[in-house]
């Protein structure tokens, strides 16, 4: 496959997924529209598929527009891929924003034609039983080991066979799986990608850590059934967190081999295709599996909080809950308690480790 239809096949792919979630995501929610709560018996009202079908509309046409844009970046650019997915994604990503905001707005005027109301969280009891932690985290903590054995095993491989590493060692391909950009062979260079694996595997290793410390907030109404759903709903969130970073970090190694020891002047790009659907797979599993457990819709999480304590339908700000974190208000997984500062801490260090980690690949390069 030659350069460009490579990269257009990558970009189609990747922008297929990007408008899924933003797109999509919003409209599989049956119990909130556009971040507000919908009563049950209120959710066949044509008025809620209007709106629905309104946002759709609208991000349909701000993700033509980033096709337009990218286009256009591309034949301008002399087919530069960084501007020309900028100029793709970004602008979908504002299309959706402003979609988000209007229909939302929309959605505010039937709340408050309807007079829809949801129990405070205050009123919610938690779980403090005796071995919480132990009960709800799935994988344990110390199954992150493996991670640290294949980024050994790859890094003593390399080491291994340094000698037979092309000096300048190519470290950027083009969608076609060419190498366009090259460094001198060095410990920074060679092992980038192992800095990189480090940084994730804390950063996923913090993740689990940071959901196995959750408080549960249970209904006082079913508090067996609901601290059930919640065990379900994180169990097998943890266990998908740890194969997609498992996944994550043998891809890494993979590549790094490909472009060292193992180089052959390529990276094939079916090897792009091959990782992205075994990534996908658990994703998929995580689905189907709390679509058959009846986890998607009457869930904790997607009833948990009035929709005062959700800024813009998205956030969660709630200065009266103790905890940093809690269940995001539709999909699966958590959010932060932005009125927290441990929060923002957590956050800060989310994007500072994996900089981190390049950094000092790229100090040792020197």
């Known amino acids: 496959m030659n350069p460009i239809s490579a990269f257009i096949s990558i970009t189609v792919v990747l922008d297929i997924i990007w408008l899924l979630s933003l797109i999509g995501l919003p409209l599989w929610m049956n119990s909130t529209l556009l971040g507000v709560y919908i009563p049950q018996e209120d959710r066949q009202l044509p008025q809620i598929s209007s709106i629905r079908r309104r946002f759709l509309e609208l991000g349909l046409a701000g993700a033509v527009i980033g096709i337009l844009l990218a286009f256009i970046a591309y034949s301008l650019s002399n087919g530069s891929e960084g501007w020309t997915l900028a100029l793709l994604l970004v602008p979908q990503a504002i299309g959706v924003s402003i979609a988000w905001n209007l229909t939302r707005r929309q959605a505010l005027a039937l709340k408050k034609e309807r007079g829809w109301k949801l129990t405070d969280s205050s009123k919610r009891t938690a779980y403090i039983g005796e071995g919480r932690r132990h009960s709800v985290s799935g994988i344990r903590p110390w199954a992150y080991l493996l991670h640290l054995i294949v980024i050994a095993v790859s890094w003593l491989i390399v080491a291994r066979n340094w000698n037979h590493i092309p000096n300048p060692l190519p470290v950027h391909f083009d969608a076609a799986g060419l190498p366009d950009r090259y460094q001198v062979k060095s410990l920074g260079s060679v092992y980038m990608l192992n800095f990189v694996q480090l940084g994730m595997t804390l950063l996923f290793f913090l993740i689990h850590l940071s959901l196995a410390h959750m408080p549960r907030r249970l209904d006082p109404k079913d508090p067996e059934g609901s601290l059930r759903k919640q065990k379900l709903i994180l169990t097998s969130n943890t266990y998908v967190l740890y194969f997609v970073s498992l996944i994550v970090t043998l891809m890494f190694s993979f590549m790094q081999a490909r472009s060292t020891y193992a180089f052959d002047g390529t990276l094939p790009l079916r090897y792009f295709f091959t990782f992205l659907?075994?990534?996908?797979?658990?994703?998929?599993?995580?689905?189907?599996?709390?679509?058959?457990?009846?986890?998607?819709?009457?869930?904790?999480?997607?009833?948990?909080?009035?929709?005062?304590?959700?800024?813009?339908?998205?956030?969660?700000?709630?200065?009266?809950?103790?905890?940093?974190?809690?269940?995001?208000?539709?999909?699966?997984?958590?959010?932060?308690?932005?009125?927290?500062?441990?929060?923002?801490?957590?956050?800060?260090?989310?994007?500072?480790?994996?900089?981190?980690?390049?950094?000092?690949?790229?100090?040792?390069?020197?």
């Open 277 to 366: 659907g075994v990534l996908l797979v658990p994703i998929v599993l995580l689905l189907i599996y709390v679509k058959r457990k009846g986890l998607t819709e009457e869930n904790m999480h997607q009833r948990f909080g009035d929709d005062q304590h959700w800024r813009g339908g998205l956030f969660y700000y709630n200065p009266q809950d103790p905890s940093f974190m809690t269940e995001k208000r539709f999909g699966l997984g958590w959010t932060f308690n932005f009125a927290r500062p441990v929060s923002w801490f957590i956050m800060t260090a989310i994007v500072l480790v994996p900089v981190a980690a390049v950094s000092a690949a790229i100090l040792l390069a020197g």
